[in-house]
């Protein structure tokens, strides 16, 4: 079966950034925004003129199969559209997600072709008002309805919230309880007893639909139960977490890189005391490059997770976790600094960087909030620490040593995984896990040191990744400064860590002397960046 | 074709003469051809040439004689009445042979852009689109010519072949007369018409003459993306009519529909250089200075203070066109 | 009614800028399809559509350039031809109409040859006519539209102050300009997947028997000499003034200039 290739990925991006030039300009989100309204007729639009519906059905329905290194780009461009419109789209591939994992051969063909043909907009429908990232909570039923000894249909009862598209899908796939366990049910839009609640009033992604659904005997075939089979709702849930949260922290990618290039074209506009603000260092160190650094380790990040998915097409729980959880907040703390970057216009709804403030959150949120992901993170490593005797990131360390190249911050980024090793393992001698605090930061100084090495290597592997607007000298200095920042960071935040609760300070230092003194040279390569990038996008 | 020619055996430098086939009127710039030719010829120490081909022609000798012509190459024949790419580019090719140029100099106009390629293709020599400066340096014809849109300029010379041809931007090269007329040297020549491929159907003057009549105002209003809502749009037009200037914009004007295509100044658009320019919210970018900062008189009106037009003009004015525009008029109607 | 349509890939020149030391800037300059030749592809597909036939798109450049030849592939063209080597790198409009006329005279036979009036990088406006030059084919150029009848061709073209309608008998190169509020077409994901099987062949001096003295820098007749930034203007008298104040300053100017009494 054929691939899309790089040239059409490319031309993909192009046709989806001119339909979103034409159809969807700034003036009518920002009026689709403060009217809390899904722009209904230019999405199905998108899906009919550009067929980015097609991309999850497989080919032989009729779609395009696209690998998760297309949609990962897909997501990030249609976050810098609208991070609402991102996600009702990102919504109808979630949606029939279930079904391509877990659907039997002729539900795919049928259910495939259909939302292919009539460019279905769908739902996923799993979380319940006490079953959010704990599904094991679920309530929602589906009682089995026997006739002549055989299983015809099933009657739902219960409700979901928080469902993306929930008001508006022409399909939703629903999670429900059976005798058999989870299972997953695809119900048609006016199935009777079948009930969509009041779309939510939302602080941000106010273009993207949310609503509860509410199911009063809801009665569908048997055959609509993915699979045929009841109680494989879970795996087939699970089976995806990884590529899901991989696609959140592509979406926050997107809608980061959007509201920092804005801020740089206007700093580059803006004179201020004889100089545009893009001169000025003190503006572009703190406001603008530290951003655009943690952007480029998130799509290196999110591109070698998506390249193994496409391998293995499934798992990766731990590293879907790692990109959401740190492109999310790298988004977050950029769209923030943006609005700062624009002074009191960034304050206005004038400018796009207000409200793409207000949608970044949800990245932190859904798929999991940053909290889950910090736990899933470190359960996940703790694990892998435990299992290998503290090699894990020792192993990692000692290959970055083995590098002769000094100038990709090698040593730095090796210094910082033998500090994080010591630290999990100050941790573990002295039972310091116990502390729920304790472990989420231990997820965040995870997520840094494994973005950060995979940067390094990147960067050593001579290549930039497509779609990337530099070049590699660039990605070089970029990868040389995050190594540095983060050994530095899970040095001293690990040692304030661990004596934080130890009765007696650890006897460790965590190379903080030596990490301190490969901070030389940071200054300068923070200037050469902010060249780089007020040229990079200066209109 | 092309191989090193003798360059010594090559001398004069040509104007051709576009006459405008609605008016019958000699196209100003061919008077700035002539004006730039004169000036260059001084330098090469050579004879400006002129060819002129259509109908009619002796009654504008006079005129191009007073901007500098010296010899006036004269193709007359009722065949050549309109312009015709395949007729028009044989007699250029053939008289180049016969008389051999060391420069042609076409306008850069719809027909000098067609003619011009066509010839060079034809005879193997360099040809410079759009200049904005002709100069000579160590006996070379350097063609000055924006490019990238205008965000750069590029100095082109042809060095191996000749003629070194050039098609020149309407309104940007003064147009001077010379002080003492020389005597005329005029040469007929005769040449058969071929049965063209193409066929004129019809000539229509239409709204497109907006163009003409932009690039030929002599006071000219410009609105930039500072001007957003339609009344402040209505009383701009109405300023216009009242001082007698053609409406022109920037390229996201353009692009808004407030206004169409011909209207558009700049890089994209027509070059425009009027006795007065005046303009609203324009904040100056480079692809629309391009096209108006040889204008005589600069007023611009933008609520910035940094814009890039208060660099270009002579009188700049810190304030929002919505508010300035209805308070000239009232002005202007109370001297009236 | 087969069909060549000349492409280009340019840099957005929007984009492009001069640095201090006189090099070009080109960093986060993204590469488009010229957009007339954008415009010019769908006036062929528009032909093809009505008369049927083939389209085929040639262009020339790096390897890079083939993106455009993808892009006209997606939309709907037939086949795609890059003439793409060494030898042509550094080639003015007339070396480079000398290497399209012939490759365009081994995609013979053909009826219509369409090109964008000028590319934005360059601003030229001289390829197309200097290809129908080459081939001594008629020739029509800065056309808004374009139309073919029992084998006639029907062009509008811009003239200075108005337009003009020519007809034509085929073959004939047609240079295009496009209309103010044309939107140009941009395929679906669907159509851009299946123009991934489209033919493209990449052709060098040997395959289009090209005089390989006249490729390239060699046989250009032009030179750049050098490039520098456009000239800074001098600088005038700037008022911050009252609105009332603003106006009648501005009515004086009008006065003195004796635009109004």
Redesign the interface.
């Known amino acids: 079966m ?1 691939k ?2 790089s ?2 990925r ?3 991006l ?2 989806l950034k ?2 979103a030039k ?1 159809n969807l300009p700034f003036d009518l989100l920002r009026k689709c925004d403060e009217e809390n309204s899904f722009p209904a007729e230019k999405v199905k639009k998108m899906y009919k ?4 519906n ?2 999850l059905i497989p080919q032989e329905y009729g779609g ?1 199969a696209s690998s998760t290194s297309d949609i990962y780009r897909v997501c990030a461009e249609l976050a810098r559209i609208d991070l609402g419109i991102a996600t009702a789209i990102f919504a109808t591939f979630l949606g029939s997600d279930p079904l391509n994992v877990g659907g039997t051969e002729e539900q795919k063909k049928y259910w495939f072709t259909k939302m292919a043909r009539e460019n279905l907009l769908v739902a996923y429908g799993a979380t319940e008002a006490d079953a959010g990232s704990d599904l094991i909570a679920l309530k929602t039923r589906a009682e089995q309805i026997v006739k002549d000894g055989k299983i015809t249909h099933y009657k739902i009862n219960g409700s979901k919230m928080w469902i993306s598209n929930g008001a508006i899908a022409d399909l939703y796939t629903i999670l429900a309880l059976t005798p058999g366990g989870p299972s997953w049910f695809l119900v048609p839009k006016d199935t009777p007893g079948f009930t969509q609640l009041k779309h939510e009033d939302k602080h941000g992604i106010r273009l993207a639909n949310t609503a509860g659904l509410c199911f009063e005997d809801v009665i569908v075939p048997a055959e609509n139960l993915i699979g045929l089979k009841e109680g494989q709702g879970f795996l087939q849930a699970q089976a995806v977490f990884g590529y899901t949260r991989l696609m959140v922290g592509a979406l926050a990618l997107g809608a980061g890189q959007e509201a920092i290039e804005n801020a740089i074209v206007y700093a580059n506009n803006r ?1 201020q005391a004889a100089s545009p603000l893009s001169h000025k260092q003190g503006y572009m160190h703190k406001l603008i490059v530290p951003h655009y650094i943690k952007f480029e380790a998130a799509r290196a990040f999110i591109d070698k997770i998506a390249k193994i998915l496409d391998e293995n097409n499934h798992g990766q729980a731990t590293e879907g976790a790692i990109a959401k959880y740190y492109a999310s907040r790298a988004a977050n703390k950029a769209a923030d600094d943006a609005i700062e970057a624009f002074g009191g216009f960034g304050y206005t709804k004038d400018f796009s960087v207000e409200k793409i403030k207000r949608d970044v959150k949800i990245t932190c949120i859904y798929e999991g909030t940053s909290e889950i992901m910090e736990m899933t993170i470190y359960r996940g490593r703790w694990q892998e620490h435990l299992k290998t005797r503290g090699n894990f990131y020792l192993d990692m360390a000692r290959k970055m040593e083995d590098i002769k190249e000094i100038d990709f911050g090698t040593k730095a980024i090796a210094l910082g995984l033998k500090a994080l090793s010591d630290i999990l393992e100050e941790c573990r001698l002295n039972r310091l896990t116990r502390h729920q605090y304790i472990t989420f930061e231990l997820g965040r100084l995870i997520a840094n040191a494994e973005v950060a090495f995979n940067f390094v290597e990147k960067a050593l592997s001579g290549k930039v990744v497509e779609g990337c ?3 590699l000298e660039t990605i070089k200095t970029m990868a040389r400064i995050n190594a540095k920042n983060v050994a530095l960071d899970i040095a001293t935040n690990g040692a304030k860590l661990v004596n934080s609760v130890l009765e007696k300070p650890t006897e460790k230092d965590f190379y903080i002397s030596q990490i301190t003194k490969e901070c030389v040279g940071i200054s300068k390569d923070m200037d050469a960046l902010s060249i ?1 990038l007020r ?5 | 074709m092309i191989k090193q020619t003798d360059l010594k055996n090559y001398k004069d430098i040509w104007v051709f003469a576009e006459i405008d086939e609605i008016t019958k009127q000699i196209r100003s710039v061919t008077l700035e051809l002539l004006t730039a030719a004169k000036r260059l010829s001084g330098e090469l120490n050579c004879k400006v040439g002129l060819v002129i081909i259509g109908q009619d022609n002796k009654k504008y000798f006079e005129e191009f004689a007073k901007y500098g012509a010296e010899i006036i190459y004269n193709i007359e024949d009722s065949s050549f009445t309109h312009y015709d790419t395949q007729n028009y580019a044989q007699i250029l090719i053939a008289l180049t042979k016969k008389y051999k140029p060391e420069a042609i100099l076409y306008p850069s106009t719809y027909m000098g852009r067609d003619l011009a390629p066509r010839v060079a293709s034809r005879l193997g020599c360099g040809l410079t689109a759009d200049c904005t400066a002709l100069s000579v340096k160590d006996g070379f014809l350097v063609q000055s010519r924006p490019a990238f849109g205008g965000n750069i300029m590029a100095d082109i010379i042809c060095p191996n072949t000749r003629p070194q041809m050039a098609s020149v931007r309407p309104n940007i090269l003064p147009k001077t007369q010379v002080n003492k007329i020389a005597d005329l040297k005029i040469i007929e020549e005769h040449f058969k018409a071929v049965s063209s491929k193409v066929r004129l159907v019809k000539t229509q003057k239409d709204e497109t003459s907006e163009i003409l009549k932009l690039e030929e105002a002599d006071i000219v209003i410009a609105i930039g993306r500072g001007v957003k809502d339609q009344k402040t749009f209505a009383f701009i037009k109405e300023l216009a009519s009242k001082l007698g200037a053609a409406l022109g914009a920037t390229r996201p004007v353009i692009e808004s529909g407030l206004l169409a295509k011909n209207h558009q100044i700049g890089q994209s658009g027509v070059s425009i250089k009027p006795k007065i320019y005046i303009s609203f919210g324009v904040s100056g970018a480079l692809q629309h200075t391009i096209g108006m900062q040889n204008s005589d008189l600069i007023i611009s009106v933008n609520k910035d203070n940094k814009a890039p037009i208060f660099n270009i003009c002579q009188y700049g004015f810190v304030a929002e066109a919505q508010q300035i525009v209805p308070k000239i008029l009232q002005a202007i109607n109370k001297l009236k | 009614m087969d069909i060549i349509v000349c492409l280009k890939q340019v840099p957005n020149t929007a984009k492009v800028k001069m640095n201090q030391d006189g090099t070009l800037l080109r960093t986060g300059v993204p590469s488009i399809l010229n957009p007339y030749d954008h415009f010019a592809l769908a006036k062929a597909l528009e032909i093809k559509k009505q008369t049927g036939g083939k389209i085929k798109v040639l262009s020339m450049g790096p390897t890079q350039a083939s993106e455009v030849l993808r892009l006209a592939l997606a939309l709907g063209a037939d086949e795609s031809y890059l003439l793409c080597d060494r030898a042509f790198a550094g080639s003015d409009t007339w070396a480079t109409s000398y290497a399209l006329s012939c490759a365009i005279k081994k995609l013979a036979p053909y009826n219509l040859i369409l090109c964008g009036q000028m590319a934005i990088d360059g601003d030229t406006a001289q390829t197309g006519p200097e290809i129908a030059g080459h081939l001594n084919i008629p020739q029509i150029t800065f056309c808004t539209d374009v139309k073919i009848k029992n084998d006639i061709l029907t062009a509008t073209k811009l003239i200075e102050g108005g337009h003009q309608i020519l007809e034509a008998s085929l073959p004939v190169l047609i240079t295009l300009t496009t209309p103010h509020n044309f939107i140009l077409p941009y395929p679906s994901f669907t159509d851009i997947f299946k123009g991934q099987q489209k033919p493209l062949f990449t052709w060098t001096p040997k395959e289009i028997e090209a005089d390989s003295s006249k490729l390239g820098l060699n046989g250009s007749p032009t030179r750049v000499s050098k490039i520098y930034p456009p000239a800074p203007k001098q600088k005038g008298q700037i008022f911050n003034l009252s609105s009332e104040d603003t106006a009648s300053e501005i009515v004086k100017i009008l006065q003195a200039k004796k635009v109004i009494k």
């Open positions: 054929q899309i290739d040239v059409s490319k031309l993909m192009e046709s001119h339909y034409e003129d550009l067929g980015i097609l991309l395009l004179v607007p530099f070049n780089v040229d990079t996008f200066r209109n």
